[in-house]
């Protein structure tokens, strides 16, 4: 089993644990004997995994064994309803930014600047969420010399905008980061193009991921319904 799976000895011992594999008969001297099923059920783990991660997926694959079809199926229904979801927002971020990053910004005046309340309500987001981009270098704006308060200018309001649909998106805090440091100094707009065509790969890998799951799932459930 282990070497058919690609896992160790004792991984094989904790998904039967969990629940992920039905339990093994055993011969008269104890040694475990697993069968078609228990290699069905580890494959359809280790692709759900990838696709879902391995909390999701130990309890989409017990479900196969424990409840009615119904429940089971339902939960592989919501695991492709939030990847497609995912993809939705993945390509509104990629109409937006791609508009984001095409509009010009003439002459600017100090009085173009926002103040951290104007900009979260223009963003829709609350004044915390830009507190925490300028924490995490993700938005700088200029600080106000002598009152100490943040403004932005339309360079800056541009970043937070890109970044407000790359978190949308589903983008993570640490390569978003790099992202913005390496945009601010280019001001390439290839870069983000760059991460959202990122983005997309690593959700067509989960989609297969969860497409290899489910093939295996089905002969889960074949050899469940022909033993019953």
Not at 136 to 155: C, F, H, K, N, S
Not at 160 to 186: F, N, S, Y
Request: net charge positive; charged share 25%; no cysteine.
């Amino acid at each position: 089993m282990a070497r058919r799976v690609g896992y160790s000895v004792q991984q094989v011992r904790n998904l039967e644990r969990d629940g992920v594999l039905p339990t093994a008969t055993r011969t008269s001297t104890g040694y475990r004997v697993y069968g078609e099923v228990h290699l069905r059920s580890a494959l359809a783990y280790r692709a759900l995994a990838a696709g879902v991660g391995p909390t999701e997926a130990k309890a989409i694959v017990r479900a196969f064994h424990q409840t009615p079809v119904s429940r089971a199926l339902a939960l592989l229904d919501a695991a492709h309803a939030r990847l497609a979801a995912e993809r939705a927002r993945l390509r509104q971020a990629e109409e937006a930014a791609a508009v984001i990053s095409g509009e010009p910004i003439q002459e600017v005046r100090p009085s173009d600047s926002m103040g951290v309340s104007e900009l979260a309500a223009a963003l829709g987001v609350r004044p915390s969420t830009l507190r925490h981009w300028h924490a995490e270098a993700l938005v700088v704006p200029d600080q106000d010399a002598v009152r100490g308060t943040r403004r932005y200018t339309p360079d800056q309001v541009r970043d937070a905008r890109i970044v407000h649909q790359l978190r949308k998106a589903g983008h993570r805090i640490t390569p978003l980061r790099a992202l913005m440091l390496e945009l601010r100094r280019t001001r390439s707009s290839e870069d983000v193009v760059a991460a959202l065509s990122a983005r997309d790969a690593a959700l067509t890998a989960r989609s297969r991921a969860l497409l290899d799951g489910a093939t295996a799932l089905s002969a889960v459930l074949a050899l469940h319904e022909r033993s019953a």
